[in-house]
């Protein structure tokens, strides 16, 4: 009887706890989702607006004269979002693949002197040669006024994300490299066919830093490149915002809703937001699981 009724108790104890847990979870996903709703209405909102009633959820007038600015036939963003894109799917794949090769060379315990390379590696993270040696290099290299210069100088990936890697692939089995090796396959083949698999999660998560990595970028557009053409979206959105706050101190008499201003800054992030807010629920899995094994075991 006794049992039957600790039992009952434990039963009871673990229902209000996850009707708790189910409490806290949609109260934090409210907390998350209520500044990007905030964000979005303030995009659709008009500035005369904005400035009576300050920031609301729903907007007292609507207004979508920031969105129009934004993607006017005169504008340039459409074509900074193919720039973007295009940079971002070819960095972000090039990148990946080089961080996972040399954190597979650095788990495999049949490299020598593996560990030595491991503090080359662990160098950068450390110390800076500076902007004056970066951008002399770049300019040697001809990565000006072209494409290659928004992929090639964030190419060089990042050791915490190779350590990342590393620390994943060494967890999987010695015996997998070996009983490969016995079967007559070549690195290549077992760091593709095997340890690339087996390492999707961290994989992934390495893939989503890059890709957010590359499309923020605006650094190297405004160091390297200076043909309108070619400017990423990040970057064009930033001088669009400059424009028009320039229009306005040049002329006062310019209408206001005609030079949206805090409707504008909400529209340009709610547009730059947009692909890492959908890649993101793709990638979650792997991003966690990612984490927790790469980063816990050394």
């Given at each position: 009887?006794?049992?039957?009724?600790?039992?009952?108790?434990?039963?009871e104890r673990l229902t209000a706890f996850k009707v708790f847990n189910y409490i806290f979870i949609t109260a934090a996903a409210v907390a998350c989702a209520l500044p990007l709703a905030l964000v979005f209405m303030i995009s659709i909102s008009s500035d005369i607006a904005i400035r009576q009633n300050g920031y609301q959820l729903w907007p007292a007038q609507f207004s979508f004269s920031a969105y129009r600015i934004i993607f006017s036939p005169y504008s340039s963003v459409i074509p900074a979002y193919g720039i973007s894109g295009l940079v971002t799917v070819s960095g972000t794949l090039m990148a990946t693949i080089i961080t996972g090769m040399a954190a597979f060379t650095l788990a495999n315990k049949g490299v020598a002197k593996r560990n030595t390379l491991a503090v080359y590696f662990f160098i950068p993270m450390v110390f800076n040669a500076g902007l004056v040696p970066w951008y002399m290099m770049c300019r040697s290299l001809n990565l000006t006024d072209n494409i290659l210069a928004l992929i090639i100088p964030s190419l060089m990936f990042s050791p915490f994300n190779m350590?990342?890697?590393?620390?994943?692939?060494?967890?999987?089995?010695?015996?997998?490299?070996?009983?490969?090796?016995?079967?007559?396959?070549?690195?290549?083949?077992?760091?593709?066919?095997?340890?690339?698999?087996?390492?999707?999660?961290?994989?992934?998560?390495?893939?989503?830093?890059?890709?957010?990595?590359?499309?923020?970028?605006?650094?190297?557009?405004?160091?390297?490149?200076?043909?309108?053409?070619?400017?990423?979206?990040q970057y064009m959105l930033y001088r669009l915002q400059s424009e028009i706050a320039a229009m306005q101190r040049l002329d006062p008499n310019v209408p206001v809703t005609d030079l949206p201003g805090e409707a504008l800054k909400m529209a340009t992030t709610i547009v730059t937001i947009g692909p890492i807010v959908f890649l993101y629920p793709y990638l979650q899995k792997y991003f966690v699981k990612g984490l927790i094994i790469g980063g816990v075991k050394g």
């Open positions: 009887m006794s049992v039957r009724i600790k039992a009952q108790n434990r039963i350590f990342l890697c590393r620390n994943f692939m060494r967890t999987l089995p010695d015996s997998l490299l070996e009983s490969a090796k016995l079967d007559g396959a070549t690195d290549i083949t077992i760091a593709v066919r095997i340890y690339f698999p087996l390492s999707m999660p961290v994989l992934a998560t390495i893939t989503l830093f890059y890709g957010v990595g590359y499309w923020n970028d605006w650094f190297n557009a405004i160091m390297l490149v200076n043909n309108h053409r070619l400017f990423p979206l």
